[in-house]
């Protein structure tokens, strides 16, 4: 089955330090992946759509100057935190769609990266 | 272990009642979601009920918890094709930081 990796699972950083989180589509390309981002006891909010070869689309509030999202490749998206602060502190995750296979409705989600900000 | 279940695929023919299944293995869940993710956008929210709840109604949406059981069942009352989707159950729980754990989606189909 298809295989999404998100790296790193867990990461602490200082604040005021950037942070930058991977995920890859192991084994199929991924034209769109999203990022989403979780908060203490509530659900995902989508944060934005990454494309390949183009600009992200940011959902309304997200700032796209701290949270830079590069869709480099069919099989990497990374979303780096500048600046961060502890109000960061939460969990991310990607999912991606198998593009290629007609599969691109389908959502294989990351394992997750909870990051914490101090 | 942490797994959320679904069947893959669902047909239901438009002004009938659809119902999506789910089961879950962590019994400490805390929060059981219903997504629902249209073609080339990303998840919806669409509803989320607590471990101690037994049933939560919002307009054409009813999810039912049996927690003895581990199955959350979402249904959708007179399915239009506008909820042609592919719908994610997923769980989480407060003492495992809260992360979301998701089941592989169901995909619901319309018939005329």
């Known amino acids: 089955g298809a295989v999404v990796s998100q790296h790193p699972s867990w990461v602490i950083c200082k604040s005021g330090t950037s942070v930058k989180i991977e995920c890859r589509s192991l084994d199929f390309q991924a034209t769109t992946m999203f990022w989403y981002r979780q908060f203490p006891k509530q659900s995902l909010m989508l944060m934005a759509t990454s494309n390949e070869g183009s600009k992200a689309t940011y959902e309304q509030g997200v700032e796209k100057d701290k949270f830079l999202i590069n869709h480099a490749s069919l099989t990497l998206s990374t979303l780096t935190v500048t600046s961060a602060h502890p109000e960061d502190s939460s969990f991310y995750i990607c999912s991606a769609g198998d593009t290629v296979r007609g599969r691109d409705t389908e959502a294989f989600f990351g394992q997750g990266t909870r990051l914490t900000v101090v | 272990g942490e797994d959320v279940e679904q069947s893959l695929f669902l047909s239901v023919r438009e002004g009938d009642s659809s119902v999506i299944n789910c089961t879950y293995t962590?019994?400490?869940?805390?929060?059981l979601y219903w997504y629902k993710q249209e073609p080339g956008a990303g998840l919806q929210l669409l509803t989320y009920i607590f471990s101690n709840m037994d049933m939560k109604q919002d307009q054409r949406l009813t999810v039912l918890l049996n927690k003895k059981d581990k199955h959350l069942s979402l249904r959708i009352a007179d399915t239009q094709t506008g909820d042609s989707a592919i719908y994610f159950c997923a769980e989480s729980r407060a003492n495992r930081d809260d992360k979301i754990i998701f089941g592989k989606g169901t995909r619901l189909h319309i018939l005329p």
């Open positions: 962590d019994s400490s869940s805390t929060y």
